[in-house]
């Protein structure tokens, strides 16, 4: 679909809202005219006529079957004239995508990845009862979803108040996996073929987090959450793991640091001996991630488990002594439906975990599923949304609120990604990295450094390389790029 963008600066909102609602479709913006030999594109124009103080937003959507256009008039003399006028431009698109293609957005015109940040921003500066109704009518948004921001808000500010101007968190990347997962996209690499890798990839990882703790050291600040994710770190040996927690545990000061998870991630990953390490190791927070409980929806997906495996890794895991356990789940996995999904949420339930985050699937470009010709389609996305309202009631009625939430592009029906949580034990971690509190350090590859300015909004990334050969073989100027967090920090002094 050619979407031509006249006279404005709203390109790529028009063409986020576009790809929500035809999420298969090649989308190509052009600042040309559409010539005549052109039937099927999408037209958005402004024309701001000075003298009598108004601009003139046109929307037209034209395809074999279908014509129409929506147009607006808007005032020019407001304070948020250029936001005004894109949400204006969105609400006449987004009418006549859903006249389109008969359907509406759960999240209305809203295609960021962060609702819940302007959500908070609503309500801090005009109220909560504000927000919902901005959110409802000027977004366009479902009262299911509104009600869930609002949830979700109230539960994350009291997390975000741990936070301090001094606060950072720490992401450390173990990036192997037992086997790749149909959906996944990430840079993981199955553990068969990176074998000869993963202990010079250890040793230099150490390295990296004891440089890490230096600089959070002298430039006195407080690590607030440590989360050891993948990839499975779990893949690594007993021994490689006590090396890492080791490390850790001896080079930050863990009396300040409030939450310390370990992602350990595919149940058949997990032994005892590995769990008794990571606990004996100060580790308080882990997270067993089975995505589903039905075996053959486990198999479709390339996850060589089985559900039962999920059942004895949680047990082996309480014995082992932790008392907060997280469990991944996703709606809208391939060949399941509805009543597995509820099956495996009971079967989940059983099990009583302290945190269950539930993702919607987002078919993401380098994912064997989307490589397969795997699309975004009505049944598959009406199932996640029934899977997500089986969520929405059960979860509640269990004993869990909604404490983060963040979006994805190309996910089933348009939906969200949920940590629900027990009352105390939400995951610090994912809020402070969802809401963008405070800088977060990235160690290992693949590894993002977001450096945030404890005063104003301002973001600097340093990036990792991606890959652990190339994290290996470029070892110095990964050192030398941390430098730049000490660097930052001596700036701010
Ligand atoms: S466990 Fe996660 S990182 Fe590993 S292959 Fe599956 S989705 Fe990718």
């Keep these: 679909m050619i979407v031509y963008i006249d006279n404005h600066k709203f390109a790529y909102e028009m063409e986020n809202l576009v790809r929500l609602f035809l999420p298969n479709e090649k989308i190509c913006i052009s600042t040309d005219s559409p010539g005549s ?27 074999d079957d279908f014509d129409e256009t929506s147009v607006k008039d808007i005032i020019i003399d407001v304070d948020d004239f250029e936001k005004k006028a894109e949400r204006t431009m ?28 302007l959500f908070r921003r609503l309500s801090d500066e005009y109220g909560t009862l504000y927000a919902e109704d901005y959110f409802k009518k000027e977004l366009l948004v479902s009262d299911e979803k509104v009600r869930l921001s609002s949830w979700t808000e109230k539960n994350e500010r009291e997390i975000l108040a741990l936070s301090k101007p001094e606060s950072v968190s720490i992401y450390i990347s173990v990036p192997f996996c037992p086997s790749r997962c149909s959906y996944c996209s990430f840079i993981s690499q199955t553990a068969d073929r990176a074998k000869k890798l993963i202990e010079p990839y250890i040793d230099l990882l150490c390295k990296e987090i004891v440089m890490t703790a230096e600089i959070v050291r002298d430039k006195r600040l407080v690590p607030e959450s440590i989360y050891i994710g993948g990839g499975t770190p779990t ?33 058949d990953t997990i032994d005892s001996e590995k769990l008794s390490v990571i606990y004996e190791g100060g580790v308080d927070r882990i997270s067993i991630n089975p995505q589903t409980l039905n075996d053959s929806v486990l198999e479709v997906i390339g996850r060589k488990h089985t559900a039962q495996q999920m059942y004895d890794a949680f047990k082996l895991a309480r014995t082992a002594g932790f008392k907060n356990i997280n469990t991944d789940l996703i709606a809208g996995l391939p060949t399941d439906t509805a009543d597995s999904f509820s099956k495996t949420l009971d079967g989940i339930l059983t099990l009583s975990p302290e945190s269950i985050t539930v993702h919607t699937l987002a078919l993401k470009r380098s994912s064997r599923l989307n490589l397969e010709g795997h699309n975004v389609n009505t049944d598959n996305s009406r199932a996640a949304a029934k899977m997500i309202s089986i969520c929405m009631k059960k979860l509640p009625q269990a004993g869990y609120e909604p404490y983060y939430l963040y979006r994805q592009s190309k996910t089933e029906g348009s939906l969200e990604n949920t940590g629900w949580a027990k009352k105390g034990f939400e995951g610090k971690y994912n809020v402070f990295v969802m809401d963008e ?31 652990p050969y190339e994290y290996i073989s470029g070892f110095e100027e990964i050192l030398k790029r941390k430098e730049k967090v000490r660097t930052y920090y001596d700036g701010l002094s």
């Design 235 to 267: 893949i690594l040996s007993a021994e490689q793991l006590r090396q890492l927690i080791e490390t850790v545990k001896n080079n930050f000061d863990m009396s300040v640091c409030r939450e310390f998870t370990v992602e350990a991630g595919r149940p």
């Design 37 to 63: 030999m052109i039937t099927s594109y999408i037209f958005t124009s402004m024309n701001i006529n000075e003298q009598i103080g108004n601009a003139h937003i046109y929307v037209r959507v034209r395809t």
């Design 90 to 117: 969105a609400i006449c698109l987004y009418g006549l995508l859903c006249k389109l293609t008969g359907k509406t957005k759960p999240w209305g015109i809203l295609t960021g990845v962060r609702p819940i940040k």
């Design 437 to 467: 509190t405070h800088t977060v350090i990235g160690c290992g590859a693949g590894a993002v450094t977001k450096l945030k300015d404890p005063v104003g909004n301002s973001l600097t990334r340093i990036f990792n390389y991606k890959y």
